[in-house]
């Protein structure tokens, strides 16, 4: 069965502080992983698009990582804001039409404190 | 910024009603999506669309209806409002580029149906 599972479920730090957030997918064929960060009462907007010949990717302080083999990515946010404070959605497409079909993670919610 | 738009934001009706989610895009995208998000879940596709003409049922059965007569407006239409349809409704947008599809989300209709 093609999922995509996110952790932790949610994750509080301070303002400062790194972290990471884990997703794991078991989607074949695989086509692209991308990071969405989804604020309170927003739409989701997208962070990264990797392939399977990618292995990381920078959106300013945001980095997000790819193992195609162990079917794992990892997003890494540095020097976390307040305006992190947001749902972090990973979303798996496989191949097939040029979107493909895309299966959604559940998402971190990251809350950063002062 | 994605120019994406949706209304109402937020929208409170009684049972029975008969309601229509506006979307509209302004970026010549010719797909077009509906998601349904329900808190600390994952989206589910429930409509979309190719192009002018065409609609097709996404992978959550629906008891909605979306029509798409003009490329940039996809509304969605519920006849009979009931209290199982509160939810998220996200409407969606997609571009090829180089190498991805890239997806453009609106800002959501938070409905509430008493």
């Known amino acids: 069965k093609n999922q995509v599972e996110q952790s932790p479920q949610s994750l509080i730090i301070l303002e400062g502080k790194n972290c990471t957030l884990q997703?794991?997918?078991?989607?074949?064929?695989?086509?692209?992983l991308r990071w969405y960060k989804q604020d309170t009462g927003r739409g989701p907007v997208s962070l990264t698009i990797m392939t399977f010949s990618e292995n990381t990717k920078s959106n300013g302080r945001y980095t997000a990582t790819l193992d195609a083999d162990t079917k794992q990515s990892s997003l890494h946010i540095t020097a976390s804001q307040l305006s992190d404070s947001a749902s972090y959605i990973c979303?798996?497409?496989?191949?097939?039409?040029?979107?493909?079909?895309?299966?959604f993670g559940r998402g971190t919610q990251l809350t950063v404190w002062p | 910024e994605a120019d994406i738009y949706q209304t109402p934001r937020y929208l409170v009706i009684g049972t029975g009603k008969k309601i229509t989610l506006e979307c509209s895009q302004t970026?010549?995208?010719?797909?077009m999506y509906w998601y349904q998000q329900d808190p600390g879940m994952e989206l589910h596709l429930i409509h979309y669309s190719y192009g002018v003409n065409s609609t097709e049922k996404g992978d959550l059965s629906s008891e909605s209806t979306v029509s798409r007569i003009r490329t940039e407006h996809f509304p969605l239409t519920l006849e009979s409002a009931r209290p199982s349809h509160t939810s998220q409704y996200l409407c969606?947008?997609?571009?090829?580029?180089?190498?991805?599809?890239?997806?453009?989300f609106g800002s959501g209709t938070q409905l509430s149906v008493l």
């Open positions: 979303v798996v497409s496989d191949r097939g039409s040029t979107l493909g079909r895309l299966y």
């Open positions: 969606a947008s997609s571009q090829l580029d180089a190498t991805n599809e890239k997806l453009f």
């Open positions: 997703c794991n997918y078991t989607v074949s064929p695989f086509s692209n």
């Open positions: 970026m010549g995208h010719d797909k």
